[in-house]
């Protein structure tokens, strides 16, 4: 049988289009321009939890004709890219902020940041969104949780973004605007370091300079590791919000139960995750030959791409694979999976577990208010700009806030 190419690196292809669905229909992989591409969801699970694959983000960079530089040096080193040992290592230092209990602790101060940002516009009755709410709450958060100031969250959020840009299909020409962001960020996070050098606080940044300190970990790790927390955690739930509120208002009956129950807040990022993930595909790297159900014949080093939308949506996985935020679908793909199980996905799912009900709840018509500005559907995804419009409603104010 001829398999399906999929153009992944073209930036007006769609991962959630009839290409990709008549593509699994067909056949459970297709060939993709990084590789091959698997799209059903039980193939999918099989495969992140098999030991003869590794990560395979190492080889992005080249992948997009990018072989050396200052991105291409970091990227080798962030944990994404990182295996063994070494990946062991820096997991188990980074671990305990990212703990479920730490991560609750900090549930009623997301609560109060959702709040408070909301009644900047609400009596306006619009909001750029992105803008206004999604990059400055994930910036926020993530100055909160590593211990920056808070103050710095625009200058974080500018940089993040920008380097965010390594996680897109046109990597090649924002090379520049990502380069520049790194050596920005690499800037900032030295001066942090040396502040808390010489002022320990009860922060992530003076936890690592104490291991660092300890022999646990060098200061270029230490450089790498800050870079990469700071832009990986801002990037992913700022993009992810956008994409909730455009699926969410695709389904205004489920936008409604989630303003009248929050405690529906949980459940409807796991469904938005599974229909509209920001991270569209899954990298794995065979580390030895491979032979996939008798099928597919991978060597080592062979490429393979997971595709979070197909295998969210297989029909195999679900009879009814409809979103719906009251029903528990089968584990979406969205923060990955094996010894890369994404290390901050604690501070994802609690943080728009509590953003998703208060915004459904302070804006119950909200809407669209045009097409907005999105990156391509393809590589990580998002909203660039995304205008809403409701009815004004008044501000809540402090004490009013649960």
């Known amino acids: 049988m001829e398999h399906l190419f999929l153009d992944l690196a073209d930036p007006t292809f769609d991962v959630t289009g009839p290409d990709v669905i008549n593509a699994r229909e067909q056949s459970w992989w297709a060939r993709s321009s990084y590789g091959h591409a698997v799209l059903r969801h039980a193939e999918v699970t099989a495969l992140l939890k098999d030991r003869r694959f590794q990560q395979g983000n190492a080889q992005w960079p080249a992948q997009n ?18 295996e063994g040992e070494d990946h062991l290592r820096m997991r188990r230092l980074l671990n305990p902020a ?14 109060q940041l959702a709040h408070e940002l909301v009644d900047n516009f609400s009596e306006r009755g619009s909001v750029e969104f992105i803008k206004e709410f999604a990059e400055p709450y994930a910036s926020r958060i993530l100055c909160r949780l590593v211990g920056l100031p808070e103050s710095e969250w625009a200058q ?7 380097l965010g840009k390594c996680f897109g299909v046109r990597i090649k020409e924002d090379l520049p605007r990502i380069e520049a962001a790194l050596e920005g960020l690499y800037g900032y996070c030295d001066t942090v370091v040396q502040d808390r050098t010489a002022n320990p606080r009860d922060d992530l940044v003076s936890d690592l300079v104490r291991n660092q300190q300890e022999g646990k970990l060098s200061s270029a790790e230490l450089s790498v590791a800050l870079v990469f927390l700071i832009f990986a955690g801002m990037e992913t739930t700022r993009n992810q919000l956008g994409l909730a509120l455009q699926t969410l208002f695709a389904h205004p009956g489920q936008w409604e139960l989630l303003a009248a129950d929050p405690s529906l807040g949980r459940n409807a990022v796991e469904e938005v995750m599974r229909v509209n993930p920001t991270v569209t595909w899954i990298t794995r790297e065979a580390i030895e030959d491979v032979h996939l159900n008798d099928e597919l014949h991978l060597k080592a080093g062979d490429i393979v791409q997971v595709l979070s939308h197909s295998a969210g949506t297989d029909p195999r996985a679900q009879p009814d694979p409809t979103f719906d935020i009251t029903v528990e679908h089968p584990m979406h793909m969205g923060f990955g999976g094996g010894v890369h199980h994404c290390l901050g996905h604690w501070v994802a799912r609690m943080d728009m577990a509590v953003a998703l009900p208060v915004l459904a709840a302070r804006m119950p018509d909200a809407r669209a208010d045009g097409p907005g500005n999105w990156l391509p559907v393809s590589g990580n995804t998002g909203a660039i700009t995304f205008p809403i419009s409701f009815t004004p409603t008044p501000r809540v104010g402090a004490a009013s806030r649960g």
């Open 65 to 82: 004709g990018v072989h050396s530089g200052l991105f291409s040096d970091w990227w080798h080193k962030v944990l994404l890219s990182l």
């Open 98 to 111: 990212f703990k479920q209990g730490a991560i609750a602790a900090m549930v009623p101060s997301f609560t």
């Open 156 to 162: 974080v959020a500018h940089w993040a973004d920008d």
